[in-house]
Nanobody, 119 residues
Framework: QLRLVESGGGLVQPGGSLRLACVVS????????MRWYRQAPGKERELVAG???????NYADSGKGRFTISRDNANNMLYLQMNSLKFEDTAVYYC?????????????WGRGTQVTVSS
């Protein structure tokens, strides 16, 4: 059973930056593709960014050029650096892990960390 715990959320002004972190425990981190999702009030959960075990990354259009996803395989950590934050980035951000060795393998979620962009 994989455990994911997010941190780093908070209140930030427009144009500011935050760095989210997700610590992963309970299994071999390198076997999981990792993603950040977010869910704003009244909206569906959406993909923000993803990174494979090989380090290949992808981003939603909303975060391209502003967000950077990274992982530290030695320390079982996932990060999301968010710059130039906008009001519309306000959401709960979730860490997601998808087991890559088996098709349709288990997917795990953290409980989320709140990001609020407000002046």
């Amino acid at each position: 059973q994989l455990r994911l715990v997010e941190s780093g959320g908070g209140l930030v002004q427009p144009g500011g930056s935050l760095r989210l972190a997700c610590v992963v425990s309970g299994s071999t981190f390198i076997n999981y593709d990792m993603r950040w999702y977010r869910q704003a009030p009244g909206k569906e959960r959406e993909l923000v960014a993803g990174i494979t075990t090989a380090g290949n990354t992808n981003y939603a259009d909303s975060g391209k050029g502003r967000f950077t996803i990274s992982r530290d395989n030695a320390n079982n950590m996932l990060y999301l650096q968010m710059n130039s934050l906008k009001f519309e980035d306000t959401a709960v951000y979730y860490c997601n892990a998808a087991f890559r060795l088996v098709a349709g393998g288990p997917v795990y979620w953290g409980r989320g960390t709140q990001v609020t962009v407000s002046s």
